[in-house]
């Protein structure tokens, strides 16, 4: 009779861990509807709920740097059963830029697993007589302070990548803040910017429809999508941008389901269908991490962007 009881109680111990995921999984994007990352994201979410058996709900969470999103990850419990995506803004940029952060990002969240790579091409307007990095920097150095540079926004990627590129290659850029890519590249387009560093979800079907003319990727190697296209390091070296996307969860949740989740997206970011499927969306899917490697990642980003903050004496909008 023990025998049974205790064989049952192994039973019911195996059942219980086994038991995750159990109910949907609610997915917070900190971000609008209907952008590069809502769409990468969802990519994956899609791909989560086939591996793992139950619903992903997405919910967008839009505006205020990422904030307001990432708060409605760091306040939900913390059972596995919310999730959200952080990026290398709302995790390692805000906290130089904004000057309160309501969250402490060691203290508050748990890192789950790192996923795609963002990077940002430089652009150009097609009336703009340069046709190579070299040129721009040629050009800009004869025309001081006389050439627009959009971005996305104060302290995005787009925004610090262009200012890397102007204190490595000591050019003068105005630059010109848009609430968002599709407005900036609208503006591009039509000539009221001449000059932009765009995430490759974005600048990428206007480069391929000859609507700008692409110069070079930030990537630390040529794109896929993009092979003729040279690295903007080949001319500038050692100059490289990039954007990373990753999940996060509320701090506490159990380190068990925490390896769950790292294993899981780490399957699905190497699935060959949804790896197609990113790259075409012109995101880079990344070698997996632990959540202790995504931890420093995070971490020398912030050291890194914290400098060009500083030195460009950067505010937020």
Known sequence: MKRL??????????????????????????????????????????QLSAQMGVGFVVENKPGGAFVPGTMDIVRAAPDGYTLGYGNIVSLAINRSLLEKVPY????????????????????VNNDLPVRSVQELVAYAKKNPGKLTNGSSGNGTTGHLGGE???SMTGVDM???????????VTDMIGGQVQVMFDVTPTALPQIKAGKLRALGATTAKRLDALPDLPTIGETVKGYKASAWIGVGAPKGTPPEIIATLNKQISAAVSDATIQKRLTDLGATPMPQMTPAEFGKMMADDYA????????????PQ
């Not at 109680?9 to 999984?25: D, H, T």
């Not at 105005?174 to 900036?184: I, W």
């Not at 890194?304 to 505010?315: D, G, L, T």
């Open 164 to 166: 890397l590129f102007k």
């Open 174 to 184: 105005t630059h010109v803040p848009y609430r968002g890519s599709t407005p900036a």
């Open 5 to 46: 009881i205790a064989l049952a109680l192994i039973a019911l111990s195996a059942g219980a861990q086994a038991a995750y995921p159990e109910k949907p999984i609610r997915f917070i994007l900190p971000s609008a509807a209907g952008g590069s990352v809502d769409v990468l994201m969802r990519v994956l979410a899609q």
């Open 304 to 315: 890194k962007w914290s400098k060009v903050i500083k030195s460009a004496n950067i505010k």
């Open 104 to 123: 402490d990002v060691e203290k508050d969240l748990t890192l789950v697993s790192n996923c795609v790579q963002v990077f940002n091409m430089l652009a």
